[in-house]
């Protein structure tokens, strides 16, 4: 009889996609049932809560989190202490707290996991902050594009309530704090914090100047603190194991862990929860498995659709705020998408910028009319319409953008194009002025050429060619006219002999 | 009242209130800042960002509009960052739009065109653009070409902050968005009460006034200041003539009290009358069945006598006065008082009582 085959699977820990994590966000992830608070009480779930409510002051529980390191897991990495310590220095009888559950950006999905597979994490982080900045009432603002999260979210708040973790006299300590769930509608911007809560007032989802902050003057103009799914599921861990084991991993002044949605050309895509400071090539090479068919890695797009692209020469880079920034691209919300030899980076940035125009509320000017005119430049360079001095024009409307718009979505839209500029500005270049798209992504900028060498003249790629751009004689080398050929590739799909290629 | 602050402008130490906006203190001081969606007694929203300037360790230029002063704060209107931003914009705006200042009414009084000026742009870097909207001409007062629409939000904030008629709101994003009442219908399809405080907040030719097409241009019309007759609050407002007629009314914020600048459909749109060639000019008098020209003392004798007599034969209390609501306060109380005291009755009534 063969030995039993549990001896070979491995260990989570022995997966080299685990093995490089560190779970603190995602703890609970596929471990506890999220439907059962005693599953999550059972992993010290709400003894934070218990600590901070029974043994804390309001103003030791913010020294605490200060004293962390946290800083907003949203992607503008304020530092989670100070914003509360704001807050709860504003007078009023009316506080808010809020939880941004707005993830928009493409491909990202940190959020949705902590919220469907641990959502009592973020309501203890919720009631904890409240106790801090005395507040009473809460929102989670979570879009409609999320059911199951909100599904949970819901059994979970029945649950806490239920348990006296919600509501009044939570845990007898005679402190009251509830909130509800408000759903978006699916706009991006609505992740922006004034946006966030300007839709929770029930008005049109649009940012608003800064000051007076949400500290001061927030949901309603009265005081609140909004932070992300992510900051808030971190808090209880925080005020229960102390700031000391929080801030022991991680950076100088990155603290903690980060989760990425990694994604693109990466052999293990997924949510991966690193400490702050782990180098790109780590995560790609190591977490990731490396690139898939042997193919080189180009880049890696960070921080979302307004986030920057980082090169190859920077894949030691430690991952962390400053150095993040340093590199041209943001931390966002977390987003890690790569890519490969394969792609065109005038088209990511086109496609970056795309999203973000559309995205755009229309509110400010740079933003609005500056994001389609960036598209506009961009699509014209992938269609061989580019011209001289389009890439310093697309700098200095960057440049501007960033600096004039009223939001964080305007502020940061121009990066991909900026970043790629500033690694691969000779790629923009054979764009505009050889024509040509050295990936081979852009169609327009395509031209199939017959190897004469390999030709045989069989006259398939003159009968498949719909235009009638490929031709010549029986037997003789065929030609393909550039004028007339409409780049559909089907005569180097045809070809038998590998004589027709694209450049 | 607070204590004063000192903050630098350009160089120039100046004072201001704590509770001032940039904008607010250079304006005071005399420095010019240019501005296109700030509208004074609305929200400053910040949207255009034409009044961008540099602050000493600001991450960003800052909207002066919005950004309230803070002792010792150092400000710079005019640096090359501040300018370079604010052609970009207004060249991006003007991309945006059919701004065709030809047959434009706004021409000569368009802020969009002012901006264009005062930054010597000769053409916008980009391909211009106009969105293809139909131009809105179903009612017989607005005129509204979104193609010129610059999305200042001016209109929406005067709609629902100054007249609060709640009528108008943005509605889709980013450069698709557009201003206009609910589920995009058009004015004379909506809850619209046609004040036309829209008209006078555009700061271009998007929203203007379809009697006044092709009346005549800004510099052509003399503005007269006169008291409307519609009721009694005693609104102020601006005949604008052309030439000996009436060619619109606008009203005239420096004006104060009572309406502070805003104006009522009738106030507003209802001056025609004034040259109707139906309009009575002279008291009639029914001779024979004919209602004759007669003068005022003749008119006036007939009343006192035919009231007189209905006095003395039937007693003060056989006659009732009614008065218009469309008298002031003062002549109502006049005649009341002659109501009272002349003929001797208290049958006096108004009718904005019915």
């Not at chain 2, 009242?1 to 005399?30: S, W, Y």
């Not at chain 2, 609305?42 to 009044?51: L, S």
């Amino acid at each position: 009889m063969e030995e039993p085959m549990i001896g070979s699977i491995p260990t989570m820990q022995e997966i080299p996609f685990f093995a490089h994590q560190k779970l603190r966000v995602l703890r609970n992830r596929g471990i506890i049932d999220p439907g059962k608070i005693e599953e999550y009480i059972a992993r010290d779930g709400y003894l934070g809560l218990a600590k901070a409510l029974t043994e804390m002051t309001p103003a030791e529980i913010i020294k605490e989190v200060t004293a962390s390191g946290l800083r907003g897991r949203g992607g503008a990495g304020f530092p989670t202490g100070l914003k509360w310590q704001f807050c709860s220095q504003s007078k009023g009888d009316v506080k808010y707290v809020l939880c941004n559950a707005d993830e928009g950006d493409p491909g990202a999905f940190m959020d949705r996991s902590v919220l469907e597979a641990d959502p009592h994490a973020v309501l203890e982080g919720m009631v904890i902050a409240a106790r801090a900045i005395g507040a009473h009432y809460g929102y989670i603002y979570c879009r409609a594009e999320y059911p199951l999260a909100i599904h949970q979210l819901n059994i979970a708040i029945a649950q806490a309530r239920e348990c006296g973790l919600l509501g009044k006299d939570i845990l007898g300590t005679g402190f009251d704090f509830d909130l509800e769930i408000y759903q978006g509608a699916g706009a991006f911007v609505c992740g922006e914090e004034t946006a966030l809560m300007t839709s929770i007032e029930g008005k049109r989802g649009m940012p608003r100047p800064r000051p007076p902050f949400p500290a001061v003057a927030g949901l309603w103009g009265k005081p609140s603190v909004l932070n992300n799914v992510e900051t808030f599921a971190s808090v209880a861990q925080i005020v229960l194991k102390g700031a000391a084991w929080y801030a022991s991993v991680g950076t100088e002044k990155s603290k903690g862990t980060k989760v990425f949605a990694l994604t693109g050309d990466v052999n293990n895509v997924g949510l991966v929860e690193v400490p702050m400071g782990t180098t790109l090539r780590t995560i790609v090479y190591e977490i990731g498995g490396g690139i898939p068919g042997g193919k080189k890695f180009k880049a890696a797009q960070l921080g979302g659709p307004s986030g920057g692209c980082i090169p190859a020469e920077h894949l030691d880079a430690s991952v962390d705020y400053e150095k993040v920034a340093e590199l041209g691209a943001i931390m966002g919300s977390g987003g890690l998408i790569v890519m490969n030899e394969d792609k065109c980076i005038v088209d990511i940035a086109r496609f970056f910028i795309d999203f973000c125009q559309d995205e755009s509320c229309g509110k400010c000017t740079p933003c609005r009319e500056g994001t389609k005119r960036m598209l506009q430049i961009l699509t014209g360079i992938t269609e061989g319409k580019g011209r001289e001095g389009d890439i310093e024009l697309l700098q200095e409307m960057a440049v501007i953008i960033k600096n004039s718009s009223l939001c964080g979505l305007g502020q940061t839209a121009p990066n991909p194009i900026l970043s790629t500029i500033r690694y691969f500005r000779d790629e923009y270049e054979a764009h505009i002025r050889e024509g040509r798209c050295p990936a081979g992504v852009c169609t327009a900028l395509k031209r199939y050429t017959v190897d004469a060498e390999k030709c045989t003249g069989c006259g398939v790629c003159a009968k498949v060619c719909p235009t009638k751009a490929a031709k010549g004689e029986k037997k003789q080398p065929h030609e393909i006219d550039q004028a007339t050929c409409i780049k559909c590739g089907v005569c180097m799909e045809k070809c038998k002999f590998e004589a027709i290629f694209v450049n | 009242m607070e204590e004063k602050i000192r903050i630098t402008i350009d160089g120039r130490e100046v004072t201001a209130n704590p509770e001032q906006t940039i904008l607010e203190a250079a304006r005071e001081n005399g420095i010019f800042i240019p501005t296109l969606c700030q509208y004074a007694d609305t929200t400053n929203v910040g949207a255009c960002r034409v009044c961008v300037v540099e602050v000493e360790k600001a991450r960003t230029l800052v909207a002066s509009c919005c950004m309230p002063v803070s002792a010792g704060m150092v400000v710079r209107t005019d640096t090359k960052a501040v300018r370079d931003a604010q052609r970009m914009i207004v060249e991006l705006l003007w991309a945006s739009g059919d701004h065709n200042c030809l047959v434009c009414e706004k021409n000569g009084n368009c802020e969009l065109q002012d901006l264009v000026y005062w930054l010597g742009i000769e053409k916008p870097r980009f391909p211009i653009e106009s969105p293809g909207y139909e131009i809105e001409k179903t009612n017989s007062m607005i005129v509204r070409d979104l193609n010129k629409c610059v999305l200042c939000g001016r209109c929406v904030r005067a709609c629902n902050e100054i007249q609060v008629n709640e009528v108008l709101d943005f509605s889709l994003r980013g450069s698709r968005a557009k201003v206009g009442p609910a589920f995009d219908s058009d004015y004379i399809a909506s809850e619209c009460y046609f004040c036309g405080e829209c008209v006078d907040a555009c700061p271009v030719g998007a929203i203007t006034f379809a009697q006044a097409r092709f009346g005549g241009r800004p510099w052509e019309l003399e503005k007269v200041r006169t008291t409307c007759t519609y009721c009694g609050v005693g609104c102020q407002l601006d005949l604008n003539i052309n030439k000996g007629k009436i060619v619109k009314v606008t009203g005239n914020r420096d004006y104060g009290p009572p309406n502070q600048g805003s104006l009522c459909i009738k106030g507003r749109f209802a001056m025609d009358f004034v040259q109707h060639p139906d309009r009575l000019q002279r008291p009639l008098i029914r001779k024979n069945g004919e209602l004759t020209e007669a003068t005022w003392e003749e008119a006036y004798d007939l009343i006192a006598r035919n009231l007189s007599a209905i006095k003395e034969e039937h007693g003060p209390d056989s006659i009732a006065g009614f008065a218009s609501a469309r008298c002031t306060n003062e002549e109502n109380y006049l005649f009341q008082k002659f109501m009272r005291a002349v003929i001797g009755t208290n049958n006096v009534d108004h009718c904005a009582r019915l």
